[in-house]
């Protein structure tokens, strides 16, 4: 950069012409780098980075150059405002880049006078480490402005103040020197030894790699595995499809029902119900039928349709049922059989489980009286250290109550001194607060007077107004009594009438709307009669259905008399339980010793606060073997639940077949 001034003319003209409202930063340095095409890339890209920087550092760089025209820089003209904006970019985000030489030689470019008075205010330390520092930390962070800005300055200050004495050398015509620069260090080689040259190695031999095994044959063919499970499927196949046969021209003994068996089921069959309809009109609960025992049960509309859909939809079923018996499914006796040992395991399972989490229980409570235990123990030691540094605050306080009465002391006598002299000042300020009060006593009496005639004037004018309204109330007013209720208002009105008019026309309409009731009456009770005798016909489809599903029933308790419960097998010990015991039986050894050998110290433990040590009431006794008992029914519960489930679904899936119901689902407990 041969001529520093060409490089900052264009910069300030740029921040002159910049306006924050109308312009943007990324234009004007759109416009810059167009101008600056001529110049090599550093030259250019030194003035775009200035001149972004003055943009975005604006706020920060203002504080500093107004501050100079207020106090050092009033002769300055306000044209040069960019000028020293630059300049203190230059200084302070520049000047480790660029270096003292460089920055040297911007200064002595331009106007001596005008740096050394910007300069002089700028590097001064006492403006650097007060105001300036104070105005930056509110628009940045406070340690960031130290550590960035104010260090690095106060680093070159010394540098500085060479320059600025050059720069007041030349304005008062005195013979120059020119500035020494500081002297670059430049680094010497270490005067080493030269190693030895290093002994060529000999190379080790390289042990050579075994032949790798052949591939199998194995790989190429297909295994036999996979042929012995497609003839196994082959297989099974064809005993589906002669099973399927079979079923199709011999069906199940047990759909047919022969007449003997059907004399059986009617006598086990449940009572007939006799349906009687109810032809009132105002009844909301159309049809009522009646048990044996002569009770009266109402059914609703809503409940006959409901009923109906329901055996529809057992119809459905019992045809996809036929259908799949057809197709040639099987029972699910294996299935049961699988899902019942499995259910076994489980419950053996789960009481294991439970036993480990009592016994869980057992040794942290164990473990946590020996932990109380050598927790009183060392209580009782910072008991004894307490007491031993209370004795002694309580010594050092006495000491320093006694020091405080005597300042107290000191205290009372310079305040009764004080309250003599006070006394002459209260007694003139009372002399001049009587003299005032007595000047506002007399402005109050006058004001009072000048609104009590006033009040007097308004009343007058109040009483007049009164006694004009009166007489004009006194006066005697003409009313008109005869009304014809034959004649109209006479307001020209299209629908304008009389009132005897009137009164005919609403008797005519009165009497077409009772004629419309009584209509939609009528139709109400058609369709009431109309509903009834659909009713009536769903009744009948309805007991037929009960019918089929009272022999259902019975067939059903004939069955459930002859299953057998099976009792589930005792339950296995874990190993992890019984390692549980042993060590539980050993940590209440130990715990046993301990209190045998601690010796019982001055103070007593309280049996209210350690609830394992409090004798049982009766009432928690006997809450107590309420809890036993009904663990032990649980656990028993537990134990049959299992087999009853087993035998309920076992029931369920044979009466299905039997009477043609749904399938029941089998669900794992």
């Known amino acids: 950069m041969s001529s520093f001034t060409n490089y900052i003319k264009p910069i300030i003209e740029q921040l002159d012409k910049f306006n924050p409202e109308t312009d943007s930063p990324e234009n004007v340095l759109e416009k810059m780098s167009a101008t600056l095409q001529t110049l090599s890339i550093k030259d250019e890209s030194f003035i775009l980075e200035v001149l972004s920087g003055c943009l975005e550092y604006k706020k920060l760089l203002e504080v500093v150059v107004t501050a100079f025209y207020a106090h050092a820089g009033k002769t300055c003209l306000w044209s040069d405002y960019n000028l020293f904006i630059v300049i203190c970019y230059l200084s302070t985000f520049c000047l480790d880049k660029l270096g003292l030489q460089p920055f040297i030689k911007i200064i002595k470019s331009l106007d001596s006078a005008k740096m050394h008075k910007f300069l002089q205010f700028f590097f001064n330390i006492i403006n650097l480490t007060t105001w300036i520092k104070d105005e930056w930390s509110l628009i940045y962070d406070a340690s960031y402005v130290k550590e960035t800005w104010i260090e690095p300055l106060l680093k070159w200050e010394p540098e500085i103040q060479t320059l600025i004495e050059y720069l007041n050398d030349v304005i008062e015509n005195r013979l120059v020197q020119d500035i020494k620069y500081p002297e670059l260090t430049r680094p010497k080689e270490f005067n080493l030894t030269v190693p030895r040259p290093r002994g060529i190695l000999v190379p080790d031999i390289l042990p050579g790699l075994k032949k790798p095994e052949p591939v199998p044959q194995s790989t190429y063919y297909r295994p036999r595995i996979q042929k012995q499970l497609s003839i196994i499927k082959q297989k099974n196949r064809k005993k589906a499809e002669t099973l399927l046969l079979e079923a199709n021209l011999n069906p199940y003994s047990c759909s047919i029902i022969k007449p003997k068996q059907q004399k059986e089921l009617e006598s086990n069959q449940q009572p007939d119900y006799k349906f009687k309809a109810s032809h009132k009109t105002n009844s909301k609960l159309p049809l009522v039928f009646y048990k044996p025992d002569n009770v009266p049960v109402k059914l609703n509309a809503a409940a006959l349709y409901r009923e109906e859909a329901l055996y529809q939809h057992k119809a459905e079923k019992e045809l996809q049922r036929i259908d799949d018996l057809l197709q040639g499914y099987k029972s699910f006796s294996d299935f049961l059989e699988r899902q ?21 229980g057992k040794l942290s409570r164990e473990e946590a009286i020996i932990q109380r235990q050598n927790l009183i123990k060392e209580n009782k030691k910072k008991a004894i250290q307490k007491k031993e540094m209370i004795a002694k605050l309580k010594i050092e306080y006495t000491k ?21 002299n006070v006394k002459n000042v209260q007694e003139k300020m009372l002399k001049t607060k009587q003299r005032l009060a007595q000047e506002m006593l007399q402005e109050m009496k006058q004001l009072h007077e000048q609104k009590l005639e006033i009040d007097d004037e308004e009343n007058k004018k109040k009483c007049e107004r009164i006694h004009e309204l009166r007489t004009i109330e006194s006066l005697p007013v003409i009313k008109e009594q005869f009304f014809d209720f034959t004649r109209d208002a006479g307001h020209g009105l299209m629908g304008e009438m009389s009132l005897v ?29 109309a509903k009834m005798d659909k009713l009536l016909e769903k009744t009948e489809q309805i007991a037929m259905c009960r019918e089929a599903c009272g022999r259902a029933a019975a067939i059903k308790a004939e069955e459930k008399k002859k299953l057998e419960f099976h009792t589930p097998k005792p339950v296995i010990q874990d190993e992890r339980n019984l390692e549980l015991k042993k060590k539980i039986q050993m940590i209440m050894e130990q715990r046993l010793q301990q209190v045998e050998t601690v010796k019982p110290g001055p103070r007593k433990i309280r049996a209210e606060l350690v609830p394992w040590l409090r004798s049982k009431t009766p009432l928690e006794e006997q809450h107590w073997k309420m809890l036993e008992e009904s663990r032990i029914k649980l656990y028993q519960r537990l134990q049959k639940n299992t087999a009853a489930r087993e035998a309920e679904q076992r029931e369920q899936f044979r009466i299905s077949t039997l009477s043609g119901g749904p399938r029941p689902c089998i669900v794992r407990s």
């Open 400 to 420: 320093k109550c006694l020091k405080e009465k005597k300042k107290r002391k000191k205290i009372i006598e310079q305040v009764t001194e004080g309250h003599k």
């Open 501 to 529: 008019e009137l009164q005919e026309r609403l008797l005519l309409v009165k009497q077409q709307q009772k004629r419309d009731e009584e209509e939609k009456r009528d139709q109400i009770i058609r369709e009431k009669q």
């Open 340 to 360: 019942k040992k499995l259910q076994e395991k489980e419950l053996e399972e789960e009481l294991a489980r439970t036993e480990y989490l009592r016994l869980m």
